[in-house]
């Protein structure tokens, strides 16, 4: 199950770097938006999402079980394993908030909801809580798959995937700029 949990992982993170690029061009106003291509890609990532939230959250009760069995937590020893967790249960929160600030639709058109404060606030946090979950997974995410070797290549993976998730971050700013200022 761990082994299918880390494809599902690395499908979505492919989904999600295609539709954190797309997007990001989208909201700054370079690309237009709207494309049915991009919605299929969304609703496909976002099926993922689900399975890998679903996976992640048998694999978390299946802890607890463990811990309430053995009696002890050894809470401090683990806190990488209850960032990853808290952190994944967090970005399923602001999915939320994402897709109802960019689904909109009246009848035949697409409208988009009024993006102010809270709508950039959420969205901010969103790309925080996944920047904390993706670099908080990429060791065992490329154990998973063989990887042995963290050094250059994890510190790689981290390296672009900051820049992209900062270049998200100024995406939703450049947006809400747009909405409130321009």
């Known amino acids: 199950m761990r082994r299918f949990n880390a494809v599902l992982a690395m499908g979505i993170l492919f989904l999600f770097i295609v539709h954190m690029v797309v997007g990001g061009f989208q909201l ?23 399975l890998h939230f679903v996976i992640g959250t048998k694999l978390t009760v299946d802890s607890l079980r463990l811990i ?83 050094k250059e290549l994890g510190l790689d993976i981290v390296l672009v995937m900051s820049v992209l998730l900062f270049l998200a971050g100024a995406a939703f700013v450049v947006y809400y700029l747009r909405w409130n200022v321009f």
Request: hydrophobic letters at 55%; glycine letters at 8%; zero cysteines.
């Open 28 to 50: 700054a106003g370079v690309l237009p938006g709207g494309s049915s291509v991009m919605k299929v890609l969304a609703y496909i990532m976002l099926v993922l999402i689900m």
């Open 68 to 150: 309430k069995k053995s009696g002890a937590s050894y809470f401090k020893e683990n806190k990488l394993f209850w960032v990853r967790r808290i952190s994944g249960f967090a970005i399923m929160f602001f999915i939320v908030f994402h897709v109802l600030i960019f689904m909109g639709k009246s009848g035949s058109a697409y409208r988009l909801h009024i993006f102010e404060g809270a709508e950039l606030l959420s969205q901010i946090l969103l790309v925080i809580t996944v920047a904390v979950h993706i670099i908080s997974n990429v060791r065992p995410m490329m154990i998973s798959f063989g990887i042995k070797s963290f």
